[in-house]
């Protein structure tokens, strides 16, 4: 059974920093495209970030570019997602994902939240003025 279990998130301050965690289970991570998705209240889910499996190769909506890093541990089967200069606008519950095998790495198939087969519990950001 595949699990993904977020971890890291919190209440901080803006311009603070926080660091996500995506803990793997029941899936082979190392052959496995990770993403990290949000959504705020009244809002869409929005996708943040995504990894390939050799971690060489990255995506970032315009909104966090600058400002948030994906990387991952093969060893360790954890996503993680460090984000800093944080902005209130930040604030939301996020979500680790593992992109259907199927799914070619292009940008239009990664950006679409339909093409990732399992999701996380999501963890809260909360970042105040």
């Known amino acids: 059974q595949v699990q993904l279990v977020e971890s890291g998130g919190g209440s901080v301050q803006a311009g603070g920093s926080l660091r996500l965690s995506c803990a793997a289970s029941?899936?082979?991570?190392?052959?496995?495209?990770m993403g990290w998705f949000r959504k705020a209240p009244g809002k869409e889910r929005e996708g943040v970030a995504a990894?390939?499996?050799?971690?060489?190769?990255?995506y970032y909506a315009d909104s966090v570019k600058g400002r948030f890093t994906i990387s991952r541990d093969i060893a360790k089967n954890t996503l993680y997602l460090q984000m800093n200069s944080l902005k209130p606008e930040d604030s939301a519950m996020y979500y680790c994902?593992?992109?259907?095998?199927?799914?070619?790495?292009?940008?239009?198939?990664?950006?679409?939240?339909?093409?990732?087969?399992?999701w996380g519990q999501g963890t809260q950001v909360t970042v105040s003025s």
């Open positions: 990894i390939n499996t050799g971690g060489d190769m990255t």
């Open positions: 029941g899936l082979t991570f190392s052959s496995a495209r």
């Open positions: 994902a593992a992109l259907n095998p199927a799914v070619g790495w292009y940008w239009a198939f990664i950006t679409n939240q339909k093409n990732y087969k399992y």
